[in-house]
């Protein structure tokens, strides 16, 4: 299987050589100076088959580029009060990192209520996480690490999860699609506290819904 998987990585990296301008560009931002690490998540995503992983990584570098997402952490949601009632309602932060220097990110997944803007306010919001997490974040902890740090773990905290959650369907199935399709393999692990007896029908709910999407 190593020698399988290297060979995968030495085509993906000859395919991927023959970038021009502005997707050469785009995938800078994407790899942080860590290219491998990069071709190594796609190969992941789609099971070492090196074609579907340029074809889903060259989907990603489009999508970048159609949405202008090299510069959405220069673009803050405006006004300011609507940019805080998002993150009222969004409520995730970093609280740390593991042993093994990755960062560590807490999701209050049951207090989050998703309420006060329209999906695509939220998705903006996801998706300037996300970029901070891969150009600031992670760079920061292979740099503390002295190796190359290029996942993260989740705690998804569910206190006071409601049957209610599963009107959010919709938008958690928005952005959790956006994540599968241009942000994979960048999380270790989850870890999952605090779940309520209402915790596995919500469960159900959300694999019905993102099997849809997916």
């Given at each position: 299987m190593a020698a399988a998987s290297e060979?995968?990585?030495?085509?993906?990296?000859?395919?991927?050589?023959?970038?021009?301008e502005p997707?050469?560009?785009?995938?800078?931002?994407?790899?942080q100076g860590y290219p491998r690490?990069?071709?190594?998540?796609?190969?992941?995503?789609?099971?070492?088959?090196?074609?579907?992983?340029?074809?889903?990584l060259m989907d990603c570098l489009n999508w970048r580029l159609q949405n202008e997402i090299d510069s959405v952490l220069a673009k803050p949601i405006l006004p300011a009060d609507l940019y805080r009632s998002i993150r009222d309602t969004l409520l995730v932060g970093l609280t740390g990192y593991s042993k093994q220097g990755q960062p560590v990110y807490a999701f209050g997944v049951g207090l989050s209520t998703f309420d006060r803007?329209?999906?695509?306010?939220?998705?903006?919001?996801?998706?300037?996480?996300?970029?901070?997490?891969?150009?600031?974040?992670?760079?920061?902890?292979?740099?503390?690490?002295?190796?190359?740090i290029n996942t993260c773990l989740k705690v998804m905290?569910?206190?006071?999860?409601?049957?209610?959650?599963l009107n959010q369907i919709k938008m958690l199935s928005t952005i959790t699609a956006v994540d599968d399709l241009n942000y994979p393999e960048k999380t270790?692990?989850?870890?999952?506290?605090?779940?309520?007896?209402?915790?596995?029908?919500?469960?159900?709910?959300?694999e019905?819904?993102?099997?849809?999407?997916?």
């Open positions: 060979e995968a990585i030495k085509q993906f990296s000859v395919l991927m050589e023959q970038l021009e997707l050469k560009t785009t995938f800078q931002n994407v790899h690490g990069t071709l190594l998540r796609f190969l992941k995503a789609r099971e070492w088959n090196v074609p579907k992983a340029y074809k889903m803007a329209s999906v695509n306010y939220y998705l903006q919001s996801h998706i300037q996480m996300n970029e901070y997490r891969d150009r600031v974040v992670l760079p920061g902890a292979s740099e503390m690490s002295g190796k190359q905290d569910m206190t006071g999860l409601k049957l209610s959650a270790e692990t989850y870890y999952i506290v605090n779940a309520p007896y209402v915790f596995s029908a919500c469960w159900k709910g959300c019905a819904s993102f099997t849809r999407a997916n």
